[in-house]
């Protein structure tokens, strides 16, 4: 596609719902990278993937928070038994390759609410 | 772990003159260093990449400086407009790739 897509771009749950985040990268790439923006706060690595693979889990914040990637192309974003401190832009980004000194390019995010 | 700091106040300036944003991180030693802009309700939008053996890089109206004795980088937008109100974001990435630490951002407000 022309851009990185993310789905939904607004998502209200309530809490101890899981939710799922979808997004779809620039054709071609094979790096794809989640991360999370609370209110007014820098972005909180989450996830990358190589790939379908993710090499380095631990910016997942807990065990309910999983992702996977299939066919190198779309990867989702799992949130299970959601809180309230989830609320937050959920931010993916994909770039050429994982390779160092490169632009990553990001969706406009998914904005979820958890009441 | 490493600790990327931006201006925490926001900036507002007149229309026309130069905004300096600063950049400083502790704890990491980058190999690249990247500027972004962020308006609201936006993913941000990459702007310019700097590497740690550069010591500025300019694109347009936009300059950066890089200084990894200070561990500091200055993104400078000169003739600034209103359209460059934005929130802008510095981000560091290793030689090894695959994970970018971002600063938690400057607003700029240009006053028309």
């Known amino acids: 596609g022309a851009g990185v897509s993310q789905s939904p771009s607004n998502k209200v749950t309530e809490k101890g719902k899981d939710v799922e985040l979808r997004c779809d990268p620039i054709?071609?790439?094979?790096?794809l990278y989640w991360y999370r923006q609370s209110l007014g706060q820098g972005l909180e690595f989450l996830i990358y993937?190589?790939?379908?693979?993710?090499?380095?889990k631990s910016g997942l914040p807990s065990d309910r928070f999983s992702a996977e990637r299939t066919g190198g192309s779309v990867s989702t974003l799992t949130i299970q038994r959601t809180q309230q401190e989830d609320s937050a832009v959920y931010l993916c980004?994909?770039?050429?390759?994982?390779?160092?000194?490169?632009?990553?390019?990001f969706g406009e995010g998914s904005w979820l609410t958890v009441v | 772990s490493q600790k990327i700091e931006q201006n925490s106040e926001a900036l507002n300036i007149q229309e026309g003159k130069t905004a300096t944003l600063t950049c400083n991180y502790t704890?990491?030693?980058?190999?690249?260093l990247q500027w972004y802009r962020q308006d609201p309700g936006r993913g941000p939008v990459f702007l310019l990449l700097?590497?740690?053996?550069?010591k500025e890089k300019r694109k347009e109206r936009l300059k950066v400086t890089f200084d990894t004795t200070l561990k500091q980088s200055l993104f400078h937008i000169t003739a600034s407009q209103p359209a460059d109100s934005a929130t802008y974001l510095c981000a560091l990435e290793s030689n090894t790739g695959n994970q970018f630490y971002f600063g938690t951002g400057t607003s700029l407000t240009v006053i028309p």
């Open positions: 993937f190589q790939g379908n693979s993710a090499p380095d």
């Open positions: 980004a994909s770039s050429l390759t994982w390779t160092a000194g490169g632009t990553i390019y």
């Open positions: 704890n990491y030693s980058p190999a690249y």
């Open positions: 054709s071609g790439h094979t790096a």
């Open positions: 700097i590497r740690e053996n550069e």
